[in-house]
Each structure stands twice: as C-alpha cells, then as structure tokens.
C-alpha cells in the first residue's frame, strides 16, 4: 500500500513536471511571435522585393522634358518610397557619362532610378550639376546612372528601365533593376 502511494506521488510529480515544461514551452513560443510582431513591418519593408517587371506605365512626352531638367514620377506604386527621377541628359552630359563609362542605363538621352539611398533609406535631392545627393549622410551618386560616387551606400540606386514609343514620343517605365532601399550590385 505505501508502495503505491510512492508511486501515485512520483506520477503527481512527473505529471505537474510536465505540464510545467509545456507551459513554459508556450510562454516562451508567445514571447518570440509577440518580440518579432513589431519589426515585421521593417522587415518587410527592406526584404520585400518589388517585382515590377511586367508593369509599363506612361511617364511624360519627350516634348514635356526637354534636355537639362528632370521629371519626378513614382513607380511601380505610389508610395513615397517608390519616389523617382526621369533625366533628360544633355549632349554634353551623355558624352560625359560615355567617357565615364556610366552610359549603359542612358535610353536616347534619357535615365531614370528610384531616389531612395541605399544606406538609411532617405530619399535623395535632385540632379544638380553630375550628382544626386542623400542629405542624410552626405552620400553622393552619379547623375548619370545611379552609382554611389561618395559616402556610406553599399549600393547604386535602383534603375528604372525605359522604352520610347518613337512614333508618338512618351516614355514608358518598364521595370527595375535592383531593390528600392536596398539598391542594385551594379
Ligand atoms: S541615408 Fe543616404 S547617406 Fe545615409
């Protein structure tokens, strides 16, 4: 008989043991999924990768840009992080990214990227003279395709590729090179 007490106690115990190690197991899985809610929004936000490739849209005239000056659209989306510059280049400047060797993105006089730095994501400034500056860390890219010049981005500025319909002359946005707030390898 105290035989089976002993036993019936050691069971109590194993049993409340395990019911423990359970809850604890619980607790700890709820801490973790409640610790990572917060931050899933930034995650998504630097690994999202935006996936435009299919998506043309219409940007503007090439008589409503005339060379020199830069028109600011948004795409894929509308958000702000989708901010970016379409460039009409001057002969000058397309000669100049030539010799530079920064001429591969450049569509009859034209290039266009997303103006979100690729270091703390802050949107950069317009063109001014061959750059695009970020005025959060000084960081400084080329006007002419996006590449960093200066300062702490690992990486270019995303390229917007571009088609002209020559026949009516609008410039279309046809897909991205690269990861906004992350930037291209390129
Ligand atoms: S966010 Fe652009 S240089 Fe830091």
Redesign the pocket.
């Known amino acids: 008989m105290p035989e089976d007490n002993l036993n019936e106690e050691i069971e109590g115990e194993e049993e409340s043991k395990f019911s423990r190690r359970i809850f604890l197991k619980f607790f700890m899985g709820v801490s973790a999924v409640l610790t990572v809610v917060p931050f899933v929004p930034m995650i998504q936000y630097f690994f999202t990768k935006e996936t435009p490739g299919s998506t043309s849209q219409k940007l503007v005239n090439i008589n409503d840009i005339p060379p020199g000056t830069t028109h600011v659209f948004f795409y894929p989306g509308a958000e702000d992080k989708h901010r970016s510059f379409l460039i009409h280049l001057t002969e000058e400047e397309v000669a100049m990214a030539e010799a530079q060797g920064k001429a591969e993105y450049i569509t009859d006089g034209f290039v266009a990227y997303n103006t979100i730095?690729s270091?703390?994501?802050?949107p950069t400034e317009l063109p001014e003279h061959e750059s695009v500056v970020?005025p959060?860390?000084?960081?400084v890219f080329s006007k002419f395709d996006g590449s960093v010049v200066s300062?702490?981005?690992p990486r270019a500025l995303p390229i917007v590729t571009l088609e002209l319909d020559q026949s009516s002359g609008d410039i279309f946005a046809t897909g991205m090179i690269g990861n906004i707030g992350i930037g291209r390898e390129t």
């Open positions: 730095c270091h703390l994501q802050c970020c959060c860390h000084g960081a300062g702490p981005p």
